[in-house]
C-alpha cells in the first residue's frame, strides 16, 4: 500500500495555504467519501465534512489540532479541506449510528438508512436534522450555509421516505455540559470571553479503567498526557481541549469534566 502524502495548494482565500494528503486520494480519478453517522465530542456531529480529515496522514492529525485549537478555526479548516478534495460521491451509513461521547466512545442509535449524495455540505445539513440537532448550532455546518455551500432550501429526497417516530440522539458530554447556547445572542461574546477558562471542558481519566496503553498520550498534540505506573496522568496547563484522547482510548476509560 501507499502510506505516502504530498503537499496540495489551496485555493486563493483560504486560511490554509496548503494541506499535506495521502497520495492516493491525489492520484484517485474518482473519490467518494464513505463514513458512519455519530455525534463527536469536539465537532458535536460527524458526517461527510468531518470524514475528509481522514485524508490528512495520522500523525499528522494531532498537529492540525494543535494548529487549531479553536471549534470556529478548526471547522473552518475541515470546509477547506472538504472544498480541496471535493470528491464526487458521499455516502452515509446511518444503518447503525453512534450517539453519545463520539466517534469511538459512543453507543448504537439505529436509523437503518443510507445517504448518497453528490452535495456533501447539503448532506450533512439534512442528517443533522435527522439525528434532532439543529444544523445552524454545528458551527462547520452553519459556516457551510454561510459560505453558500450547504443550500438547505434545495433538499430534495430522492428513494424510500425518512422513517418516522425518530427519536433525538444522545450529545457528547462536551456538549452537554455547555449550557453557552442558552444565553442571549448579544451576551455570548463577553460571556464567553469571561467564562471560557472557567467552563472549558477537559479530559478526567478513570484510573480503574485505564490500561495504561498510551493511546492518548501518544495521540495528545498538546502532549500533556504521560504515562505513570501504568496509568495516563493529565496535565491540564496546556491541553486545547480536542478530546483525541477519549476518541482513541480503547476501554472508554476517558470522560469529560468541566473546569468549574
Given amino acids: 500500500m501507499d502510506f505516502s502524502a504530498r503537499t496540495v495548494a489551496c485555493p486563493k482565500g483560504f486560511s490554509n495555504h496548503s494541506f499535506h494528503i495521502i497520495t492516493p486520494i491525489l492520484e484517485a480519478d474518482y473519490v467518494i467519501n464513505i463514513c458512519k453517522l455519530k455525534t463527536h465530542a469536539m465537532t458535536g456531529y460527524s458526517g461527510g465534512i468531518k470524514n475528509l480529515f481522514g485524508v490528512i496522514p ?111 440522539f444522545q450529545m457528547p458530554d462536551t456538549k452537554k455540559l455547555d449550557f453557552t447556547g442558552n444565553v442571549p445572542g448579544f451576551l455570548q461574546k463577553p460571556f464567553l470571553f469571561f467564562a471560557q477558562r472557567l467552563m472549558k471542558s477537559y479530559p478526567q481519566v478513570n484510573r480503574d479503567k485505564c490500561v495504561g496503553c498510551g493511546r492518548c498520550a501518544e495521540s495528545c498534540p498538546a502532549h500533556v498526557i504521560k504515562i505513570e505506573n501504568k496509568k495516563a496522568k493529565f496535565r491540564k496547563k496546556g491541553c486545547i481541549s480536542c478530546f483525541c484522547c477519549q476518541e482513541m482510548c480503547p476501554v472508554k476509560a476517558i470522560s469529560v469534566k468541566k473546569a468549574l
Fill in 58 to 168: 495520522g500523525l499528522e492529525k494531532p498537529q492540525m489540532h494543535y494548529l487549531w485549537p479553536n471549534l470556529h478555526d478548526f471547522s473552518r479548516m475541515l470546509l477547506e479541506l472538504a472544498q480541496t478534495v471535493s470528491p464526487q460521491l458521499t455516502i452515509i451509513d446511518a444503518i447503525d449510528a453512534m450517539e453519545g461521547n463520539g466517534p469511538t466512545g459512543g453507543t448504537s442509535h439505529p436509523l437503518y438508512m443510507l445517504l448518497a449524495a453528490r452535495d456533501l455540505y447539503t448532506q450533512d445539513y439534512f442528517a443533522a436534522n435527522l439525528m434532532g440537532i439543529a444544523p445552524m448550532k454545528i458551527e462547520m455546518i452553519r459556516q457551510a450555509v454561510e459560505a453558500g455551500l450547504a443550500r438547505p432550501s434545495e433538499i430534495a429526497l430522492i428513494g424510500d421516505a425518512v422513517p418516522e417516530n425518530l427519536t433525538p
